[in-house]
């Protein structure tokens, strides 16, 4: 039995799968093991660029880092900018660009991602500080406010409780100083005034009421005197 050969269409074709190349085996190796990559100054640059965005901030750092006799900018600045889009957003990508362009000046991405993960890093110790700070006082406040327990001492002797040597001092200080001014109020009352008129009036009709007794005895002796005088004159005549 002779079986026709039927020649094969474009769509059989098309459905065939291309075996993968060397160098498509190669790429895909580098990519599945790129934590491992270092210097790659001797790698074609259109591979590089099938590898390197594959990698991660740090594997990207450490590729750059390690390949000294190369620049790879013209491949990695691209990725960092991709790389700074991501961490501060796309707002903040467009600030940068507008500063560069009104500036004229240029820089690569790396740079600027560096510096201003420095600057979010620098603003985020400082809010920590701030909020230990805030902590602290905080904290100082609430502990100044506790109520403490304290225990009072006994004096030693009684010579240093009243000299004020000892814990009572202030106590003590402070009740005669409460003392000396009720009694300051209270001499200087009007009930008081009255009480000390009424005993100085009483002491001035005692001491007038005196003088009188002592003149009346005084005016007794002379007129006996007198009388004994004047006897002996009736007798004459």
């Excluded at 900018?81 to 991405?109: C, D, P």
Aim: proline share 3%; net charge positive; aromatic share 8%.
């Amino acid at each position: 039995m002779y079986l026709e050969k039927r020649p094969r269409s474009i769509v059989d074709i098309g459905n065939v799968r291309r075996s993968p190349s060397l160098v498509d085996l190669c790429v895909r190796t580098a990519i599945d093991n790129v934590r491992y990559l270092g210097d790659v100054g001797e790698t074609d640059t259109h591979l590089l660029e099938r590898i390197l965005p594959h990698c991660t901030v740090d594997q990207l750092l450490h590729v750059e880092k390690s390949t000294k006799e190369r620049d790879l900018t013209p491949v990695t600045d691209k990725l960092w900018k991709n790389f700074y889009e991501l961490q501060f957003g796309r707002e903040s990508m467009k600030v940068v660009i507008e500063r560069m362009k009104l500036k004229k000046v240029s820089f690569r991405w790396r740079q600027l991602y560096e510096a201003k993960l420095k600057d979010v890093k620098d603003a985020e110790n400082k809010a920590i500080d701030r909020l230990r700070q805030l902590y602290k006082k905080e904290d100082a406040r609430k502990q100044s406010r506790q109520v403490q327990l304290c225990t009072k001492v006994p004096p030693s002797s009684k010579r240093s409780f009243f000299s004020g040597s000892g814990p009572g001092c202030s106590f003590s200080n402070g009740k005669s100083n409460i003392m000396k001014k009720a009694k300051i109020d209270f001499m200087k009352s009007q009930e008081v005034k009255n009480l000390a008129a009424i005993k100085k009036k009483a002491v001035q009709s005692h001491h007038s009421g005196t003088a009188i007794t002592k003149s009346s005895g005084f005016y007794g002796k002379n007129s006996a005197s007198t009388s004994k005088h004047t006897k002996p004159l009736e007798r004459r005549f």
